[in-house]
């Protein structure tokens, strides 16, 4: 059998690219761009969208970049492509995430089909849930897509280590709301009604007053924003994804943890709200890590549930993210 030629192989290239632009980012930064030459795809951190205040360590930037890498091996899995990934190839250029070329062609597999089906319907949800259960099964089946990747996905079921994790989301979010910096860098990032911009946060995609315990970002920052809040919304099951390490290379793979479980969990029904505040504090993250993580390194706190269907999130369209001299 034939391989692909240059062109066809570009063309996969540039297929997987534009599923990657459907990826979860922090304040939807998109905090990525894409080379596309000789037969080789390559990610790379876009620094000028690094959160200054939020995510010093560029962290954040990195569990974006990881998603987004995580929706170019389901692309290219689901195409039938074995994706051949190099993961921080070169020591030298360290905004060099990933590099990609296509592998042995193979079988698609359903389950890398499945995934693949919920790139561009996963949302994130920012509100209360339904009363609709998760169902039965579904997070030790989340617990084991961040299980392949190396990752761990911890459901929080005790309430007290609900408690806690709201009270330091609170806390956070208290100090990052008086902190000028932080102010400003949201205010970056929040979209006001009606703007068409494919990057930030949209207006209509978040409740106006939170509809539960855990404090909820300021993006309307006091103009009223958001959609009306209805009463009787649940939170949802709580769970933290955790690593051994707190290297580049882990924030990479909890991105891609990250993006498995939330494309799974899509696959059933179930959206994800995020509440990472506490986690760009690093007392806080440290606190986490040492009396509730035994020492794993928090990476990512969420509430999965049932959610009514959102609005399409914003992004950039793929010439702006594509280089293809590169
Ligand atoms: C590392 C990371 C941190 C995030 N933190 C929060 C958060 O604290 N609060 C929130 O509402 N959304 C958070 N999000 C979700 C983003 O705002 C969301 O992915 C982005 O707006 C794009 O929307 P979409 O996920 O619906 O495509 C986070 C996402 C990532 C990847």
């Known amino acids: 059998m034939r391989g692909p030629t240059g062109e066809e192989t570009t063309a996969v290239l540039r297929g997987a690219i534009g599923a990657a632009l459907w990826a979860p980012s922090v304040h939807n930064t998109q905090p990525w761009s894409f080379g596309l030459s000789g037969g080789e795809l390559s990610l790379r951190a876009d620094v000028d969208r690094l959160l200054r205040a939020g995510d010093v360590s560029g962290r954040e930037m990195l569990v974006s970049c990881g998603a987004a890498l995580c929706n170019v091996q389901m692309a290219l899995l689901a195409g039938g492509h074995t994706p051949e990934v190099r993961v921080l190839p070169d020591p030298d250029r360290p905004n060099l995430l990933a590099t990609v070329r296509l592998g042995e062609d193979v079988e698609a597999d359903e389950h890398s089909r499945m995934l693949f ?36 996905l911890t459901p929080v079921l005790a309430p007290s280590g609900v408690r806690v994790i709201a009270a330091l989301t609170a806390a956070a979010e208290e100090i990052q709301e008086h902190d000028l910096d932080f102010s400003l860098e949201l205010l970056r990032w929040a979209r006001p009604p009606g703007d068409e911009r494919g990057e930030g946060v949209p207006a209509g995609g978040y409740p106006a007053e939170p509809e539960t315990a855990f404090a909820q970002r300021d993006y309307a920052h006091g103009k009223g924003w958001g959609y009306e809040a209805e009463p009787g919304a649940t939170a949802g099951t709580v769970a933290v994804l955790t690593t051994v390490e707190d290297r580049r290379k882990d924030w ?45 390194h928090p990476q990512m706190i969420m509430r999965l549930g049932v959610a009514k269907e959102g609005p399409v999130p914003p992004r950039r369209a793929l010439d702006d993210v594509l280089d293809t001299d590169r």
């Open 117 to 152: 089906g919920e790139v561009e319907r996963r949302r994130t949800h920012r509100g209360g849930f339904t009363d609709v259960p998760v169902p039965d099964g579904l997070i030790d089946a989340l617990v084991r897509e961040a299980a392949a990747v190396g990752v761990r």
């Open 252 to 296: 990479l793979a909890a991105g891609q943890a990250l993006q498995r479980v939330l494309l799974r969990a899509s696959a059933s029904g179930v959206s994800a709200a995020f509440h990472t505040q506490a986690l760009e504090m690093h007392h806080l993250r440290e606190f986490l890590r040492e009396e509730l993580l035994s020492n794993e």
